[in-house]
């Protein structure tokens, strides 16, 4: 199904790193704290909250890097759920990952950096569409010149977005009043399982993309020893991230104060510097969402090529371009569909339709890890995950939570997404499906 031109093995640990910790980060960090305070108002269990949250994305990192090591190629989470559950569950994961998750994803991060643009330039709502179509239009030119580009752009606007995330939490701490910190508690912060649990969400939602990195395993230099360690140091960074920013807020916000709006960031900076240094965190949000969106450009043509290569998409997107090795035409058709995603809703629908289908997949493939030890007892696994089978079961238990809090909170853009996914069927069944072979048995 493909040329005679191969993926370039152009990555190492640091570069794989960079993408894991350069796709999280977006804006979740500037903007989720407050939400998380609305439902955990005690300063230290909020941090409990955030810390919960990073562990349980290092334990479904640590578990998707058993099987990247024992399948080291092209397509990621699509190998490792075909590998486990057979071509349908692997269709129906690429198919959605092009029409609605990866590529809705985009076009939320899209849409959330025109209207963050907005702030720093005032646009109405079309312009800030034409920015929004303007920006993947862009990461997709880049990642269309190659790998290497694409990554060169990564590190650097990954470095960016630490370097001024370290300076916002300096300037913060430099400010703030650490003696905040052991402030008692309101007298109405009792916690109840409920709030946790939707604490606890927003927190996994500002992890989201810590995955996309094994999309592009066959292009590690060595996949079996840097994919592991690109997971669990770019996952670790964002964490230590998180944790010492939401540390820097409270030093300058009271709880109150920080249940009372949807942008700590600013609010914070405000607080300790005026008005002026807010548009510090805008120009910081802004370079946050274009790394996130160039991690997602570059990522998820890697399953599309994958798909191809094993007869379970169309042709085109199994070829590579002989001069920069890389899948151009499932580059392009991607940033076409995203930004006609950009034009289906706002930055909230977008989300929501992407978070509660990819979660599903994230704990069908985590359990593929379990699920694939007793199968194929026999596999070369040149890394194992640690604690198992605790800690893929966590996670899987983690996923479980988010996909039914999921469907509570949005039963209407659930049965959407779900719809969607199932659409895929009739597509498989008519131009994919292996002749004289039932569904059920693929």
Not at 89 to 115: C, E, K, N, P, R
Not at 183 to 194: K, V
Not at 203 to 216: D, K, M, P, R
Not at 218 to 239: H, M
Request: charged share 10%.
């Amino acid at each position: 199904m493909t040329n005679q031109v191969r993926l370039k093995a152009d990555l190492n640990w640091r570069d794989g790193s960079a993408i894991v910790a350069g796709t999280v980060i977006g804006s979740g960090i500037f903007l989720v704290p407050g939400s998380i305070a609305r439902e955990i108002p005690s300063i230290w269990p909020m941090m409990a909250v955030w810390l919960l949250g990073g562990l349980l994305t290092l334990f479904g990192a640590l578990s998707v890097a058993e099987l990247g090591a024992a399948f080291p190629e092209a397509g990621g989470l699509y190998v490792y759920l075909h590998a486990g559950y057979g071509r349908v569950a692997a269709f129906l994961y690429g198919w959605g990952l092009l029409t609605l998750i990866h590529s809705g994803s985009l076009a939320a991060l899209a849409v959330a950096f025109g209207l963050y643009c907005s702030q720093l330039m005032p646009m109405p709502v079309p312009e800030q569409k034409a920015v929004a179509i303007v920006s993947i239009l862009a990461v997709t030119v880049v990642n269309y010149f190659g790998l290497h580009a694409g990554k060169l752009v990564q590190n650097l606007v990954t470095a960016s977005k630490i370097g001024g995330i370290g300076i916002l939490t300096i300037a913060l701490f430099i400010r703030g009043d650490f003696h905040r910190l052991t402030a008692p508690a309101p007298t109405d912060s009792g916690l109840s399982a409920l709030s946790v649990g939707a604490a606890l969400v927003a927190v996994l939602w500002a992890y989201e993309g810590w995955h996309v990195v094994s999309f592009t395993a066959g292009e590690f230099r060595n996949p079996a020893r840097d994919l592991p360690k690109s997971l669990s140091a770019g996952i670790l960074a964002v964490v230590a991230a998180y944790l010492l920013a939401n540390l820097s807020y409270f030093t300058v916000l009271s709880p109150t104060r920080m249940q009372a709006t949807d942008r700590a960031a600013a609010t914070a900076m405000n607080v300790a510097y005026g008005a002026g240094a807010t548009g510090f965190v805008t120009l910081l949000i802004v370079v946050s969402i274009l790394g996130s969106m160039n991690g997602t450009a570059l990522t998820g043509p890697r399953v599309y090529f994958a798909m191809a290569r094993d007869g379970l998409f169309f042709p085109g997107f199994g070829r590579l371009n002989p001069r920069t090795h890389a899948p151009s035409v499932a580059i392009v058709v991607q940033g076409v569909w995203a930004s006609c995603l950009t034009l289906a809703g706002g930055f909230r629908d977008l989300f929501t339709y992407v978070i509660f289908t990819a979660w599903i997949f994230y704990g069908a493939t985590v359990l593929a890890v379990i699920i694939l030890r007793v199968k194929r007892p026999d596999l070369h696994r040149p890394y194992r995950v640690p604690g198992y089978p605790w800690l893929p079961g966590l996670f899987v238990i983690a996923a479980g939570l988010i996909t039914a809090i999921a469907i509570a909170n949005g039963p209407r853009h659930a049965l959407y997404g779900i719809g969607l996914i199932l659409l895929g069927m009739p597509v498989y069944l008519l131009l994919f499906r292996q002749p004289g072979v039932s569904p059920k048995n693929e």
